[in-house]
């Protein structure tokens, strides 16, 4: 016989069963490769760069006796300065995505003015509500419990652990409305202030701070008190500071 007649004899029944194999283990292969493909996590979206604006609540009427969830709401002039604030904020060439306030009247009718003016809804966040944590002024830790200090500090650094971060996907920006006490404290912590410094720190009613994160992590304090958005007659403080003349604000 030819030999190589008999070579392809040979041959034949040989590769027919290594089709017919191929064929009975390309499903199993292709379901063992889809399966990998789910079983291979997503990576996860790039870091973005967060950019937080702290607004401080506009002037409020502190003789008021009621609870400060209830009463202790803006006077007429602190309402405008809630105006003025929305208008600053709509007018920025990147929008606000979210707005977040403290539940103390003062802070939740600052925010409902100026995200009307916005065209927003503000979201509130019990943890901005106004607190004191502990400072290196004695006169202040003299008429503070341990407890509450100690409770403050703890919901103000929830608060930097919430907010100053990273955002895990695109750029965004956010509107804090809070207190001075809160944003004393939380702008300190960005740049790194020993935390008991925050009564250092001092701004007007209505006034701005703006913190940057970087996708890394690291901050940056890009302003803190900015009023350019009031006149100076709408310019107020809690305890005003003593101008060239000695009179106060």
Not at 77 to 86: M, S, T, V
Not at 149 to 156: A, E, G, V
Request: aromatic share 6%; charged share 20%.
């Amino acid at each position: 016989m030819n030999t190589n007649i008999a070579a392809r004899n040979t041959a034949r029944p040989v590769a027919a069963m290594l089709v017919m194999l191929s064929v009975l283990a390309g499903p199993a292969d292709l379901a063992a490769a889809q399966g990998a493909a789910k079983a291979t996590p997503a990576p996860a979206p790039a870091a973005g760069t967060r950019t937080i604006y702290l607004l401080r609540h506009g002037q409020y009427d502190q003789h008021d006796p009621r609870d400060e969830a209830v009463g202790k709401g803006l006077t007429e002039l602190g309402r405008e300065q809630a105006r003025r604030a929305g208008a600053r904020f709509a007018a920025l060439p990147v929008k606000v995505s979210q707005v977040y306030a403290s539940p103390f009247t003062r802070a939740r009718e600052t925010a409902e003015i100026a995200t009307g003016v916005m065209g927003m809804k503000a979201f509130t966040e019990p943890d901005l509500r106004e607190c004191t944590p502990p400072t290196i002024r004695a006169d202040i830790m003299a008429t503070e419990t341990p407890g509450a200090l100690d409770s403050c500090r703890l919901q103000l650094e929830r608060d930097f652990e919430r907010f100053f971060r990273p955002t895990s996907g695109p750029d965004t920006t956010i509107l804090l409305v809070a207190h001075g006490n809160v944003i004393r404290y939380l702008t300190g912590r960005a740049i790194g202030l020993d935390p008991k410094l925050w009564l250092n720190l001092s701004f007007p009613h209505g006034s701005v701070a703006m913190v940057r994160v970087r996708p890394d992590g690291s901050m940056q304090l890009h302003g803190l008190g900015d009023i350019g958005h009031l006149p100076p007659e709408l310019v107020t403080y809690v305890n005003p500071p003593a101008d060239s003349a000695g009179t106060r604000r």
